[in-house]
């Protein structure tokens, strides 16, 4: 074994103790998985929640980590959605979790292509590049319908069982835990590389690229890289979505869904793991709840929310979110700490 | 062939007058304005119950249609818009999407979800027939307008007083600034004034666009391209590239029309990887 030099030591001591799972985490998680138990009628729009918080994940991988503006990222969505719906249309591959995983793959093959327009320009240009690939996309659909069965949405999927067992049944049961399940598997994997060495590279670049070009990242293969994953995770949310609802239809590419994702992760803050899922939870319960008091006219109120999170001020949302989380995890740690010893902790009178 | 020509012109006139506001907003002051079309929205709806509801004849419909969306935009700008300028263009980008997203509700619920048409004066109905060559009279009037426009546009940016500080403060707007020229002021005079010009658009474009509560989202990306493509140092890039994407998406449509916009924005994406700053931008060092 190789002696480490004592700095080389001390970072990556320090990178590991910020990679642990916090107390806070783990509540979080045990929450998510209760709730298949606690809210048994609500499956199918937690089912909706979880897709959503994937997808927000794979956004905020490029946006809060790598700092790159995308109203595209639908497009990856919706091909790996199509891609799913058709594989399992005419049973090319009947295992669920194998095609979720293609589907996730060919997503990230479009997202590597891409990825390359992506590095040139300005923020504007990136936004529309992004736009016009996600809206080329949704020509190519309506313009193959007899593939892709056009406006009237991809019909005649069925899905096999899971893993050759558990079905997908009326009430959203087993998708809701697959879904779940897919979703914590894909948030262990990002928090991997968002704490890993190429986590903190992509940092860098996203606060100066110059200068951590100058120390000698490697700028557009980081970029490239990320925004592949991003693609990749997109995807596996897309193919998500059809497989839980048999069912994929056009606007799975629309720009509508591109935008309510920046909406899910502003809500949620960007640039830190638990911001897209947090936001995806907020977003899909106002969602329901303006809907159901304005089934018509709920558009009008999540513009409203986004005009007023604008104007009073991001940083103030992410501050405040950050205030909760750090008093969370102080009450956590401190729970956790007194518990040994509980015995004797007598009431202090705080 | 010369009948698409000529359609596509027409076409290409009305996304220059809709567009040449923003490219003036976004040279200016950097910011991206991603509802501009709901502007144009408000024309089209203004011009509707102007003409069609209180009868007011066309020909008078079409400034009032100017000054409504002029005077809402100048409003915006005065209230809303100039907390977000300073902001990072992702603030920006929501800012707007929000306001689109709010206005697609709001004249949805005021004005019903179907298309509206705008009555237009029997003496514009109809075409002549040159050499062969059908021209409807409503696209002549079109052309006839916007033409106007773009040559009184060009003349202000480059004879008037007011066009040499916008100018000035498109090209650097700190020097502007040091120079004494309110850059607040003009911005938001520039911004009313092409709030206004995309309502006039959004008016005369209704019968060949479309009007109803979509339009903003519809077009939206449209106006983007002109402007991207077009690049934001002058308006002669975004009248080429309005033009350029006018008749390209008539042909398009006519030869292909399966493919539908398809052409159009693989052609967009096309440019903007081998130009990022667009066609016909200077290369400003900044």
């Known amino acids: 074994m190789i002696a480490m030099d004592p700095l080389a030591a001390e970072v990556s001591d320090h990178l590991k103790r910020r990679a642990r799972w916090s107390p806070l ?326 | 062939m010369l009948t698409i020509l000529f359609d596509g012109l027409a076409y290409g006139m009305l996304l220059f007058v809709l567009a040449c506001g923003l490219s003036v907003t976004l040279g200016l002051m950097n910011f991206i304005n991603l509802a501009h079309g709901s502007f144009a929205m408000a024309g089209g709806y203004c011009t509707v119950i102007i003409v069609n509801r209180m009868g007011v004849p066309f020909a008078l419909g079409l400034p009032l249609a100017f000054l409504v969306t002029a005077a809402i935009g100048g409003l915006f700008e005065r209230t809303l818009y100039v907390h977000v300028y300073a902001k990072s263009h992702l603030d920006q980008v929501l800012f707007t999407i929000g306001l689109v997203f709010m206005s697609v509700a709001a004249v949805d619920y005021t004005m019903g979800s179907s298309q509206q048409f705008v009555q237009i004066p029997e003496a514009l109905q109809g075409q002549f027939d040159v050499f062969g060559v059908g021209m409807g009279k409503y696209r002549l009037l079109i052309i006839a307008v916007c033409g106007l426009l773009t040559v009184a546009l060009q003349l202000i940016l480059s004879k008037t007083r007011f066009g040499s500080r916008l100018r000035a403060a498109v090209d650097d707007q700190r020097v502007a600034r040091g120079l004494g020229i309110n850059v607040g002021a003009v911005f938001g005079i520039t911004f009313a004034f092409g709030s206004g010009l995309a309502g006039l658009g959004g008016a005369l474009g209704a019968e060949i666009l479309g009007l109803d509560p979509t339009f903003p989202l519809k077009y939206m990306i449209y106006f983007l391209i002109v402007v991207t493509v077009g690049g934001t140092s002058s308006i002669t890039g975004p009248f080429v590239a309005s033009i350029l994407l006018g008749i390209g998406d008539v042909a398009g449509k006519y030869y292909v029309p399966k493919l539908g916009a398809f052409v159009i924005y693989t052609i967009m994406i096309v440019v903007l990887l081998w130009r990022p700053q667009g066609l016909f931008a200077r290369n400003i060092a900044r």
């Open chain 1, 25 to 350: 985490e783990v509540c979080f998680w045990v929450f998510a998985f209760a709730t298949i138990w606690l809210f048994p009628g609500k499956h199918l729009i937690l089912t909706e929640t979880a897709i959503l918080a994937l997808f927000a994940l794979s956004l905020d991988l490029i946006l809060g980590y790598a700092g790159i503006i995308s109203l595209g990222q639908a497009a990856f969505f919706g091909l790996a959605g199509y891609f799913s719906g058709l594989i399992a249309k005419y049973g090319l591959v009947d295992e669920p979790v194998i095609a979720l995983i293609l589907s996730g793959v060919v997503a990230a093959a479009l997202g590597f292509v891409t990825s390359f327009l992506v590095l040139r320009g300005s923020d504007l240009t990136r936004l529309m590049v992004t736009l016009g690939v996600s809206l080329m996309l949704g020509e190519l659909a309506n313009r193959y319908s007899d593939i892709t069965g056009g406006a009237d949405g991809l019909q005649g999927v069925t899905i096999a069982p899971i893993l050759g067992v558990f079905n997908f049944d009326l009430y959203g049961h087993h998708g809701y835990v697959y879904s779940l399940v897919v979703l914590f598997v894909c948030f262990v994997i990002a928090r991997r590389i968002v704490y890993s060495p190429f986590g903190l590279s992509l940092r860098s670049l996203k606060g100066n690229a110059l200068r951590a070009a100058a120390i000698g990242v490697p700028v557009k293969w980081r970029l490239v890289a990320i925004y592949t994953i991003a693609a990749g995770f997109a995807g596996i949310a897309g193919a998500l979505l059809t497989q839980t609802t048999a069912f994929c239809s056009l606007d799975v590419l629309s720009l509508d869904r591109s935008a309510d994702l920046l909406l899910v992760l502003i809500i949620g803050g960007t640039g830190y793991l638990y911001g897209g899922l947090i936001g995806a939870v907020i977003y899909k319960f106002l969602q329901d709840w303006l809907a159901s008091l304005t089934p018509q006219y709920w558009q009008f109120w999540i513009g409203l929310v986004l005009v007023t999170i604008v104007l009073v001020g991001r940083e103030r949302f992410d501050g405040g979110i950050r205030a909760v989380r750090g008093a969370l995890t102080r009450f956590g740690t401190r729970l956790l700490t007194r518990l040994p010893a509980l015995p004797r902790a007598a009431p202090d009178g705080r």
